[in-house]
């Protein structure tokens, strides 16, 4: 009799065991069925919003998704821009002179920094006759005639280059004089109001010229500083270079 007990007893937890099993497999897949049920939902309500909307609205969309996209690649483009258009602004002129016809031994280098409402400039030259000489920025940075003459009339600051007023009472693109010791070379500074390394009075690319004779300040706007001893054309500097200045080196060595 207790056999027959204890065998009921196990049929009757098994019996059980595999209705808890069935149960909860149900379950699962109730779940499964609402969450399945709720994705077609959703998808479903997207299709009918894409379906109700005009093409218009359609094409608004889409366009919005394209303008944010746009937007974005044009920011970087912008900044990378930015940053070329800083890597290329001129920080310093430079001016390297070498000697005209006859005048072999001449040069000089001559750098232009931003200051105040003007220019910073420094000079160092060699190779010249002891004395004063004066020195000037000329119109066109073209030293390709044999005595200077291609670099044209003085450089105006203030108006014409070409057609200064009559009445004008100073030398144009005036540098001051060169002091020149006996040993031909000279070391001088000096500032220029109003001239820019931008602009409409930009100073980049003009010529420089080197003179045989000191200034004449009664005689504006030329100065009758006599014949043209050394050329040079006003570039743009390398800002981490000081031109060599000390040498007036232009060797084109690297």
């Not at 944010?68 to 800083?86: I, L, V």
């Not at 890597?87 to 001016?95: F, R, S, V």
């Not at 190779?127 to 066109?140: E, Q, R």
């Not at 000096?190 to 003009?206: D, E, F, N, Y």
Request: net charge negative.
């Amino acid at each position: 009799m207790n056999n027959v007990l204890s065998i009921s007893a196990a049929m009757f937890i098994a019996l059980s065991l595999v209705a808890c099993g069935s149960d909860a497999q149900d379950s699962d897949k109730a779940q499964d069925k609402a969450q399945n049920s709720e994705a077609g939902a959703a998808a479903d309500k997207a299709q009918s919003k894409m379906a109700n909307e005009s093409p218009a609205q359609q094409g608004q969309s889409s366009d919005s998704q394209a303008s944010t996209s746009m937007n974005d690649d044009s920011s970087a483009s912008g900044d990378e821009k930015a940053m070329a258009m800083d890597e290329d602004k001129p920080e310093a002129a430079i001016a390297v002179l070498h000697g005209t016809q006859g005048n072999d031994d001449a040069m000089a280098t001559i750098r232009f920094t931003a200051e105040g409402d003007g220019l910073a400039y420094t000079t160092t030259a060699s190779g010249l006759a002891p004395g004063k000489h004066g020195y000037h920025i000329h119109l066109y940075g073209d030293c390709s005639a044999a005595d200077g003459t291609s670099a044209g009339t003085h450089f105006n600051l203030e108006g014409s280059s070409l057609n200064p007023p009559a009445d004008i009472d100073h030398i144009t693109g005036d540098l001051g004089d060169l002091d020149v010791g006996e040993d031909g070379t000279a070391n001088t500074k000096g500032m220029i109001a109003g001239a820019s390394l931008t602009g409409p009075k930009a100073v980049i690319g003009r010529g420089i010229i080197i003179h045989a004779k000191a200034n004449d300040p009664s005689q504006p706007p030329i100065g009758a500083a006599g014949s043209r001893q050394a050329c040079g054309v006003i570039g743009i500097a390398n800002p981490e270079s000081d031109g060599d200045a000390a040498s007036g080196r232009s060797d084109g060595s690297m």
